[in-house]
């Protein structure tokens, strides 16, 4: 099947590449550039891509709000953050809205084109860098009250959302755990049912803003 695929990036260099990168992958068809937050809206709306790749910091409306809205739509696409490491002061915040990934845009080109892939099939991903950022801004936090669906998950479930805030794939997972892919997946659905999350993102966020993960015990 062909993943359909909305670039949204407001420097046309950046959209450029992430086009060659994208349209040079095996099931990957690019059917719309945007340039700024409203655009990516419109088109998404228009277009029914499978994946939206959007960048978080745009003019006119940025990423965050542009995601937001889309993720309030009955069948929103599968949406693909874009970052540049160390610049975007909504991070925290762009990380609960239910995106299934988040990526860095210094990240290699294989990378983008897994997180498209994995996007479209209603999986998430984060980059690795972003996750020990993550990280990183929850050392001097508080612990908040964990929410009462962490005592409903089982020890399975438990360990797979330990592994998801390492960051992990639902493959990674998958050959850590020595199961199948398709189990990790039920996994993770039962995770965010569980706890009431839209995404994978979101259940990183909980895991460490809860307690369940403490930085360095991953």
Known sequence: MTIRLVIADDHVMIRAGLRLVAENADGIEVVGEAADGNEAV??????????????L???????L?????LLGDPTPPGIVMLTTFGSDENLDR??????????????PPEH??????VA?????LIDPAVTMRVIASFVARPVLKPPPGLDALTERERDVLLLM????SNREIAGEAGVGEATVRSHVAQILR??????????????????????GEV
């Open 94 to 107: 762009a990380l609960r809205t239910g995106v299934n990934g988040f990526l860095l845009k210094s990240s």
């Open 57 to 63: 910091a745009m003019p006119v409306v940025d990423g």
């Open 165 to 168: 805030a390492r960051g992990l």
């Open 120 to 124: 479209a099939a209603g999986d998430g």
């Open 194 to 215: 569980k706890l009431g999350l839209r995404g994978r993102l979101q259940a990183v966020v909980l895991a460490y803003e809860s307690g369940f993960v403490r930085p």
């Open 65 to 69: 709000e542009a995601a937001r809205t």
């Open 42 to 55: 419109a088109l998404a709306r228009s277009e029914r891509p499978d994946v939206l790749l959007l960048d």
């Open 112 to 117: 983008l084109v897994e997180a498209i892939r």
